[in-house]
């Protein structure tokens, strides 16, 4: 079994008198995808908020290797390795695929001219090209701006930078959103590329055959609290279904 990377125990998150997080608990491993799913208002997102920074749980504890962690922000988990993949992208379309790899986190120039602020966009270019196509990502082009590329180009550069820069976990929010077929498996032929690079990937969608297809593991919440975890591998929809409607609860199974 694959060592546990991300572990929330019991986290709690109140909104004045809403709670919207209820004693919810989640396991991410090393190497697998793990599925979050659950219906409108059931937790997901203010739990992957808690879990890479934007949010700071009201209760409970987040372990990260083992070794209980507080992420104050988004940069505090990013520097320990966590990345999110938004489901709105979060792309400048005006810059190209490699300055998008590098935004946030761009290459200078040596000497005097990066003192100067200079970039060393070719150093920049060489690296994204070899990064996507250790991915398997395949542009149109690498000198256009992304906002001229298909949503399947524009988001498989979207979780390229975030997995560029994990070393430890990756969220993607419904990655495949608003894509079509060719598009959607593209982008999970890159997420199951990430897993084999040993990175905890967290699949939050409402797609239940998508999450069957890619995910290793499926966690399942409903009303702020965890319900049922499966093994992706013997797992048929409706489990998953009578989960997320409170048909079925075995928080331990799987």
């Known amino acids: ?29 090393a190497g697998e995808v793990t599925a979050l799913i659950g219906d409108n208002g059931a937790g997901k997102s203010t739990l992957v908020k808690c879990l890479s920074g934007a949010e700071q749980p009201t209760s409970g504890k987040i ?24 489901q709105d992208l979060a792309v400048a379309p005006e810059l190209d695929p490699a300055a ?6 761009e290459i200078h120039r040596k000497g005097f001219l990066g003192k100067l602020g200079m970039l060393d966009k070719a150093e920049m270019r060489r690296q994204a090209i070899e990064e996507f196509q250790r991915l398997g990502v395949t542009l149109q082009s690498t000198d256009v701006p992304i906002g001229s590329l298909s949503g399947g180009q524009r988001q498989s550069v979207a979780v390229a930078r975030s997995v560029v820069w994990a070393s430890k976990v990756v969220f993607m929010d419904e990655p495949t959103a608003a894509l079509g077929v060719v598009q959607r498996e593209r982008v999970l032929d890159v997420i199951k590329k990430v897993r084999d690079k040993g990175i905890a990937v967290v699949l939050i969608s409402h797609n239940m055959p998508e999450v069957l297809s890619v995910a290793d593991r499926v966690e399942v919440l409903r009303l702020g609290k965890r319900v049922a975890r499966f093994a992706g591998s013997d797992t048929k929809l409706e489990d998953l279904v009578a989960a997320m409607t409170g048909a079925l609860v075995q928080e331990e199974a799987a």
């Open 1 to 29: 079994m694959s060592e546990i990377l991300l572990d929330a125990v019991d986290l709690t998150k109140h909104y004045g008198s809403v709670e919207a997080l209820r004693g919810a608990s989640f396991q991410a491993r």
């Open 63 to 86: 372990l990260l290797d083992g070794k209980e962690v507080h992420f104050d922000s988004p940069t505090t988990a990013r520097r320990l390795g966590i990345e999110t993949v938004y």
């Open 100 to 105: 998008n790899l590098f935004l946030g986190r």
